[in-house]
């Protein structure tokens, strides 16, 4: 079946810090990629998105590459802000299907 | 405009109450969902409706009944409400077109069963 392992959290940064959160996937067939921001008291809204292998989504500074050789989707961002602080989900859908299997979250917290 | 709406967006029940959470997209989407999220921010499926019919029935105890009156609307029925239930429940709909559908969430219900 298909499957998305993320990195655990909470990631605890300083602000106009780097960002990586890993993020790597078991699925058949080509998947499409996509990681969802959650702030806090809120629902969970599409932050970028890649169909297909080697595509780059890139929203908000924030940016990932389709891996399909390592099986990634790692995503990144230059420089941190306190408002980045939120809870980020890589999430994939596979073989045909729109319904999306989500991981777990990573908490990322950037302090002043 | 909001484009997925939920009601309420907090909720306090006893145990073995029964209450529904309402929810409405905008989009015109032809697929809506119900999620659930638990304290550590995990999400689980339950639920997902296209075009007023069920496509998904996750493992979820049969006191949880969908209802969808028409395409815009999915309703959240729970009966006998157990202290496990409390979580924050979400709403979502997408075009339920093909893989690359983006997935759009309501604000959410925070459940919270005494």
């Known amino acids: 079946g298909n499957s998305v392992t993320q990195m655990e959290g909470p990631v605890t940064l300083s602000e106009e810090a780097f960002l990586t959160i890993n993020c790597t996937y078991t699925?058949?067939?080509?998947?499409?990629l996509f990681w969802y921001v959650q702030y806090p008291g809120e629902g969970l809204q599409l932050l970028l998105k890649?169909?297909?292998?080697?595509d780059k989504g890139s929203n908000k500074g924030f940016e990932a590459t389709y891996r399909k050789e390592t099986t990634s989707f790692h995503l990144e961002k230059g420089s941190v802000q306190v408002s980045d602080s939120a809870v980020y989900f890589c999430?994939?859908?596979?073989?045909?299907?729109?319904?999306?299997?989500f991981g777990r979250g990573t908490s990322l917290i950037v302090h002043p | 405009d909001t484009a997925v709406s939920q009601t309420p967006k907090y909720l306090v029940t006893q145990m073995g109450n029964d209450k529904s959470i309402k929810c409405e997209q905008n989009?015109?989407?032809?697929?809506m969902y119900w999620y659930k999220q638990d304290s550590k921010k995990f999400l689980k499926i339950m639920f997902s409706?296209?075009?007023?019919?069920?496509?998904i029935n996750e493992t979820v105890p049969n006191r949880f009944s969908p209802k969808s009156p028409d395409k815009a609307h999915l309703n959240l029925h729970i009966n006998s409400l157990e202290l496990g239930d409390s979580a924050v429940y979400f709403c979502?709909?997408?075009?339920?077109?093909?893989?690359?559908?983006?997935?759009?969430f309501g604000p959410g219900t925070r459940l919270t069963v005494l």
């Open positions: 979502a709909s997408s075009q339920g077109s093909d893989n690359s559908d983006t997935q759009y």
């Open positions: 699925a058949t067939g080509y998947p499409s």
């Open positions: 890649a169909t297909k292998a080697d």
């Open positions: 999430a994939l859908t596979a073989g045909g299907s729109y319904i999306p299997t």
């Open positions: 989009l015109g989407h032809d697929t």
């Open positions: 409706y296209n075009n007023k019919e069920l496509i």
